[in-house]
Nanobody, 119 residues
């Protein structure tokens, strides 16, 4: 099994910054894509940013230029640096990791961390 543990959420004023971390542990053969998703109350869970094992990144349009995703493969950790935060960024943020090789690949999710941005 693989466990993902997120940290770094909290309450911040609009315009502020937060850095989220997500560390993977357990039976890890290979971590492929990693990503951050968020879910606001009453809304679906959406992709915020993703990063491949090779370091290629993609972002939701709403966070481009403000958020930066990165990963440390030696630590099995993915980060999300969030700058210029807006109240509409308020949500529970989840990390996801695709782990395994060839046909034995599986997605794992963290427990989520709350990010609240006050006006």
């Amino acid at each position: 099994q693989v466990q993902l543990v997120e940290s770094g959420g909290g309450l911040v004023q609009a315009g502020g910054s937060l850095r989220l971390s997500c560390a993977a542990s357990g039976s890890i053969s290979r971590i492929n894509d990693m990503g951050w998703y968020r879910q606001a109350p009453g809304k679906q869970r959406d992709l915020v940013a993703g990063v491949t094992s090779g370091g290629s990144t993609n972002y939701a349009d709403s966070v481009k230029g403000r958020f930066t995703i990165s990963r440390d493969n030696a630590k099995n950790t993915v980060y999300l640096q969030m700058n210029s935060l807006k109240p509409e960024d308020t949500a529970v943020y989840y990390c996801k990791a695709n782990v395994g090789i060839l046909l034995y690949r599986k997605d794992y999710w963290g427990q989520g961390t709350q990010v609240t941005v006050s006006p």
